[in-house]
Nanobody, 122 residues
Framework: VRLEESGGGLVQAGGSLRLSCAIYGSTSDLYGLGWFRQASGAESEFVAS????????TYADSVKDRFTIIRDNAQSKLFLEMNSLQPDDTAVYYCARALSYSGLAAGDFNDWGQGTRVTVSS
């Protein structure tokens, strides 16, 4: 399975971005999918996930009500719509496929993309 992110870039505080993740080689739509991010010098942080079984979306408190995770099984794509971006959102964003139906921690995911960088200027 290969995942490929796109859509990162430079945006001013208060702006929006939409990240995309193309998923290649997955034979099932039941796997959970998620987004993580890693700021420079910091540990990886869970951002959002969506269950492959129920469609339940889970968000980190830091992004709740600003970010939306969207899954398009027909296109084998995952999206992250990000609104009201703040400088603290600056990071490399990674999409990932879970080992099972859902996941909340990095250890729950075993397939990762290479990441796309998001920079939010103040």
């Amino acid at each position: 399975v290969r995942l490929e992110e796109s859509g990162g870039g430079l945006v001013q505080a208060g702006g929006s971005l939409r990240l995309s993740c193309a998923i290649y080689g997955s034979t099932s739509d039941l796997y959970g999918l998620g987004w993580f991010r890693q700021a420079s010098g910091a540990e990886s942080e869970f951002v959002a996930s969506i269950s492959g079984l129920t469609g339940l979306q889970t968000y980190a408190d830091s992004v709740k009500d600003r970010f939306t995770i969207i899954r398009d099984n027909a296109q084998s794509k995952l999206f992250l719509e990000m609104n009201s971006l703040q400088p603290d959102d600056t990071a490399v964003y990674y999409c990932a496929r879970a080992l099972s139906y859902s996941g909340l921690a990095a250890g729950d995911f075993n397939d990762w993309g290479q990441g796309t960088r998001v920079t939010v200027s103040s």
